[in-house]
């Protein structure tokens, strides 16, 4: 059980880390908001929910084809593949330097939604065509190689909060650090996590591919 919470943790964190609108709008929220320190925590929140239904609407609608074979084999491949690809484009966009983190966003360069933090979390995350596709690829594989169903509601429930608790591991102390002064991060240092964030997706995708192939399931 620790095994599951520990990937899902990893997992979640190192696509937190990764510039995107949720980021953007934490950052955001966090210099307008009279409490901006919170931000990050409802944020994750508004965040949480949605990546709770998504979930239990996988799990139903997906639990008959994770008796087929042919399907596991597909999504195993499709959903590691997927993270290695993720993965290669963190690090190339790294040294491109595309990975910079803008702290000084206002009115004129913040598009979209900019109300409350709870409903933004959920707007900023369903608006994203990233995430639903992550979920439905290299999350749906996760969720298959942990063994996560109905079935096992401890797995299920520790799955859903390492997932959580590796967004509230990043967002809420970007909340606090821009909220009480903190212009930007230290580049070298925001460098090299996400070069590690990205082998690491490399490495977990290319072991999920591996798992799938080499250790099919047995029903």
Known sequence: ??????????????????????????????LKGKMGYLAGFLITLGHALLEFTLIIILLLGASLLFQNLIFLLILGIIGGSCLITFGSLTIRNVYRKHYMVNFNLDNQNMKGFKGNSFIGGIFYSITNPYW????????????????????????????????????????????????????????????????????????????????????????
């Open 1 to 30: 059980m620790i095994e599951i919470l520990t990937i899902s943790f990893l997992v979640a964190l190192t696509g937190a880390l990764s510039p995107g609108p949720v980021l953007t709008f934490t950052i955001y929220k966090s």
């Open 132 to 219: 639903e596709f992550w979920w439905a690829t290299a999350g749906l594989t996760i969720m298959v190689d942990l063994n996560i169903s109905f079935q096992q509601p401890v797995g299920l429930l520790l799955f859903f909060i390492g997932h959580e608790l590796g967004d509230l591991a990043w967002y809420v102390p970007i909340s606090c650090f821009v909220y009480f002064g903190g212009k930007s991060l230290n580049p070298k240092i925001y460098k090299y996590v996400l070069i590690s964030c990205g082998t690491f997706m490399i490495i977990f995708g290319a072991y999920l591919t591996l798992n799938i192939l080499i250790f099919p399931p047995t029903f």
